[in-house]
């Protein structure tokens, strides 16, 4: 949560709970105010009566008015609040790619449609290869440079239809809606792995080598769930590390 949000809507609660008492103190102060100017010094009751109507509605009319700011200013910090909870609950920190919750909810939606109307959809597992050995030789800043490039470059490959997320540490989910075989997802790995192929910029000028194992998924062929279409896509991913480690 943002710390300067959550100061100030903490300090408009407190401002808030304190309008009651504030009223209740100078009402008080009032009437004592007045019994002491009627006993003691013998003035107009109806002229008292008045001026103290006047004060009254004067000081209910700015109550109302500092209220309206109030709440007005309170709902539009808890609008700001709320999308910045939104994004830090839904979206990664690192890349600013969908996180795993999004993910998740995405697929599920998309299991939900695709069987009302008899579709199918895709995913494609992408793990980075040896991430491990660069974030312990360059430090975690490179890393996550490192991490925001990449999610970059699979995000610029795929068609505005489809939808990238990072699920995990170094471990990437790409949901491709709009297909009618393997071939189309194919298509789309192929065009990711051919743009992983430039050197990737770090900071501190360092470009790195970076390949990326990629398995896939076919709803509902390989899985009605998001668990079971994750398990397969990441058993075909593993396949083909074996295979390049093979060969």
């Known amino acids: 949560m943002p710390t300067r949000l959550n100061k100030k809507f903490h300090l408009c609660i407190k ?13 008080l102060a009032w009437i004592i105010a007045t019994n002491d100017c009627l ?17 009254g509605l004067l000081f209910v ?9 109030l709440v007005r200013e309170m709902h539009l910090h808890l609008t700001t609040l709320n999308s910045q909870l939104t994004k830090y609950s839904l ?29 199918i959809f895709g995913v494609i597992f992408i793990d980075i290869d040896n991430f491990k050995v660069v974030n312990d030789t360059f430090g975690h800043a490179i890393a996550d440079a490192l991490l925001k490039e990449f999610g970059f470059i699979v995000s610029s490959s795929i068609r505005q239809t489809d939808t ?20 189309d997802i194919n298509i789309i790995m192929l065009k990711i792995k051919n743009a992983l192929t430039q050197k990737l910029s770090a900071r501190n000028g360092k470009e790195l080598n970076i390949t990326a194992s990629m398995g896939t998924a076919l709803f509902p062929r390989d899985g009605n769930t998001f668990e079971e279409l994750l398990h397969h896509s990441d058993q075909n991913m593993y396949l083909e590390k074996k295979c390049s480690h093979t060969n």
């Open 91 to 119: 979206f990664d920190q690192v890349t600013n790619l969908p996180n795993r919750y999004f993910v998740i909810d995405r697929i599920e939606q998309l299991i939900k449609s695709s069987k009302r109307v008899k579709t």
């Open 15 to 27: 401002l808030i709970t304190s309008i009651p008492l504030f009223y209740l103190a100078f009402s």
């Open 61 to 69: 009319f700015s109550t109302f008015v500092f209220l309206f700011f």
């Open 164 to 183: 990238v997320g990072r699920i995990g540490g170094d471990e990437f989910l790409v949901i491709l809606t709009d297909v009618t075989s393997e071939k």
């Open 39 to 55: 006993l003691h010094y013998d003035l107009n009751f109806d002229l008292l009566k008045n001026i103290s109507i006047r004060h």
